[in-house]
Nanobody, 128 residues
Framework: QLQLVESGGGLVRPGGSLTLSCTAP????????IGWFRQAPGKEREGVSC????????GYADSVKGRFTVSKDNIKNTVYLQMDNMRSEDTAIYYC?????????????????????WGRGAQVTVSS
């Protein structure tokens, strides 16, 4: 079964940057949509961004537009989430997930139920 692994979480000061990575050892992520989600304590899991591995259709939540950038490296079978100008409200556990559905650039982000495979998450804390 496809297993996703997130890395790159940690502690960052407000205004700082952090980059998360998502990969799937032993599995080819082609033909999947890779989504980034986050869940803060006491809150529901929310979509942050997604990217198609075939082509490069991308979407972002309004809360991160202009600050977060999603990208991919098909050769390395890895998706990245670069987070800039971070805020305290970005503090959460960040998950990557893989799903198979049609997605066009700037379409609304799909909910968690559309994704079949999930990573275990990476803690991101924004604090001074």
């Amino acid at each position: 079964q496809l297993q996703l692994v997130e890395s790159g979480g940690g502690l960052v000061r407000p205004g700082g940057s952090l980059t998360l990575s998502c990969t799937a050892p032993g599995f080819n992520l082609d033909y999947y949509v890779i989504g980034w989600f986050r869940q803060a304590p006491g809150k529901e899991r929310e979509g942050v961004s997604c990217i198609t591995m075939i082509g490069t259709n991308i979407g972002y939540a309004d809360s991160v537009k202009g600050r977060f950038t999603v990208s991919k490296d098909n050769i390395k079978n890895t998706v990245y989430l670069q987070m800039d100008n971070m805020r305290s409200e970005d503090t959460a556990i960040y998950y990557c997930a893989a799903g198979k559905f049609t997605y066009g650039s700037d379409w609304p982000l799909q909910p968690p139920r559309e994704y079949m495979f999930w990573g275990r998450g990476a803690q991101v804390t924004v604090s001074s």
